[in-house]
């Protein structure tokens, strides 16, 4: 029998020597590709579903689990999609009215992708951008998800040591989806809050001019508007000044525009693609959008992902790259079907800002009954929630504290603000889009319970807490099982009863 090994692991369980031997003996066999933690899945991002994932809540069978808010998914609307499955059987191959297009469906399909999705595909694309500009479907490429279509257009548009730039925050798993197997580095444009997180012009020259001096090839800026985790769009001026940017410098811009279509307030949504046509002189080779429906209806079990070029190099390569992540034509098949349907989709976008609205608008009302500030935003599936009062100093450190305690004593799943590359500590994204109404009751009744009320009139810090904080409810009045119950209304923090 192996003995345990006496050192410290960096893992949640300690692993018998040989079992550590073992494995080692088995990354000496793999790729470097197999075996290096280049994914970006060691962070607090994943980390926080982890625990999710152990302890799931549920509203009856684990009132007590942790509750998922580190997850952009936008379930708000699913009853609209059921109903217009009821209503077009035809649609699907797996029904007996569209059974007779099986044998069609479940044949070969070229890389194209077929001819209805990719018309269904550009006319949303346009629907979602007000009808101001129009996408030809033969330059759709299709891939697994946005994350498959970030990859694919890194491929094509980077080797090995290039670089690309990202303003900060930004989504912790571009470093997977972007870098992982294409070797490609990302060199972060700092952004910070005192001029709302803008990307500016000199924080440009400063990144691109820094990578020169280090001899870093850079090949491209890549953005995301609407921003996650900001929750916010960018306007025109800003837009015009990135494509000036890169065009200057000769180097692609990437725009991923996955959450085009959760904007639920002013203003109104910008696409590059219709700034770019306002541009006299502009180089559309260097332009690439990103597009999706897991966050725009909500659909990320259907692994819909598109790369839309203005590149006519890009869009025949990215076809050959499309091959090792296609869409599935079954899924094709029905997509076509609904996103052709011109009265669901004007109905279905309609409907989802709205309710998206009423979701934040009750959330962040939430937030203010404690005096939590949050980001101001006018799209996405969160908020970009200010924590800086609750910390002991302003430190990465103490923010990851008191993230630790969000989690396992508070028992909701948000994600720290470093794991966005924030330049500043103390911001948390929080998703409010992928639950019941009931569940974020539940939710903003432990937030209320953890900041409680003598909290906010001056800020709660670590100084009241201990490295091994286990929370006391010893009174009667709160016994343990009661103020575990998140249904049960907490009059005061349970910080100022922590021992």
């Not at 579903?49 to 809540?57: G, I, L, T, V």
């Not at 002013?266 to 306002?278: A, C, G, M, R, W």
């Not at 906010?456 to 201990?466: D, E, I, Q, S």
Request: hydrophobic share 35%.
């Amino acid at each position: 029998m192996c003995a345990p090994e006496a050192t410290n692991l960096s893992m949640h369980k300690q692993l018998p020597f040989c079992t550590l031997k073992k494995q080692s003996l088995n990354m000496e066999i793999l790729s470097k590709i197999a075996t290096n933690d280049k994914h970006g899945e060691n962070s607090p991002y994943f980390d926080g579903w982890k625990a999710y994932e152990r302890n799931p809540f549920h509203l009856t069978k684990n009132p007590q689990g942790v509750i998922q808010m580190g997850l952009a998914e936008n379930q708000l609307c699913f009853d609209l999609i059921e109903e217009w499955i009821r209503n077009n059987p035809k649609a699907s191959i797996c029904t007996p009215e569209g059974v007779h297009q099986f044998r069609d469906i479940a044949n070969f399909q070229d890389y194209h992708g077929l001819q209805d999705f990719r018309n269904g595909m550009a006319n949303f694309m346009s629907k979602v951008r007000g009808g101001r500009v129009r996408f030809d479907p033969d330059r759709i490429l299709m891939s697994g998800g946005a994350t498959g279509a970030n990859e694919l257009i890194m491929f094509c548009l980077a080797d090995p040591g290039d670089a690309f730039m990202v303003p900060t925050p930004y989504y912790p798993a571009f470093v997977r989806d972007l870098c992982w197997r294409t070797g490609v580095q990302l060199i972060p444009v700092h952004c910070d809050s005192s001029n709302n997180f803008k990307i500016t012009l000199p924080a440009l020259e400063e990144a691109y001019q820094k990578a020169k001096e280090e001899k870093i090839n850079v090949k491209g800026l890549i953005i995301t508007n609407p921003s996650n985790p900001l929750g916010t769009t960018l306007d025109k001026d800003t837009l015009k000044s990135l494509v000036s940017f890169t065009n200057q410098k000769n180097i692609h811009l990437v725009c991923d525009e996955i959450y085009a279509a959760t904007v639920f307030n002013t203003p109104s949504y910008v696409s590059v693609s219709e700034v770019i046509q306002e541009m006299e002189n502009c180089r559309k080779e260097l332009i690439h959008v990103i597009c999706s429906l897991s966050k725009d209806m909500g659909f990320p079990g259907f692994r819909v992902g598109i790369v839309y070029s203005f590149n006519d190099t890009v869009v025949n390569c990215g076809r050959k790259m499309s091959s090792f992540g296609l869409v599935s034509s079954q899924t094709q098949h029905m997509l076509a079907s609904m996103l052709l349907d011109e009265n669901f989709v004007t109905k279905f976008l309609e409907e989802s800002s709205r309710r998206l609205a009423e979701r934040h608008d009750k959330f962040v009302k939430g937030l203010e009954e404690v005096n939590i500030t949050r980001f101001p935003s006018n799209a996405g599936l969160f908020c970009w929630m200010n924590l800086k009062g609750l910390l002991e100093e302003q430190s990465f450190e103490s923010e990851l504290k008191l993230w630790r305690v969000i989690i396992h004593e508070v028992k909701i799943n948000v994600s720290p603000g470093s794991s966005f590359n924030c330049s500043e500590p103390g911001w948390f994204r929080v998703c409010f889009a992928n639950m019941d109404d009931e569940t974020v009751d539940v939710a903003l009744k432990r937030i209320r319970a953890f900041v409680g009320k003598e909290g906010t009139k001056k800020p709660l810090g670590f100084k009241r807490w201990r490295p091994n904080l286990r929370l006391s409810f010893s009174s009667s009045k709160f016994d343990h099982e009661t103020v575990l119950s998140p249904h049960s209304p907490i009059p005061t923090s349970p910080l100022v009863r922590a021992t």
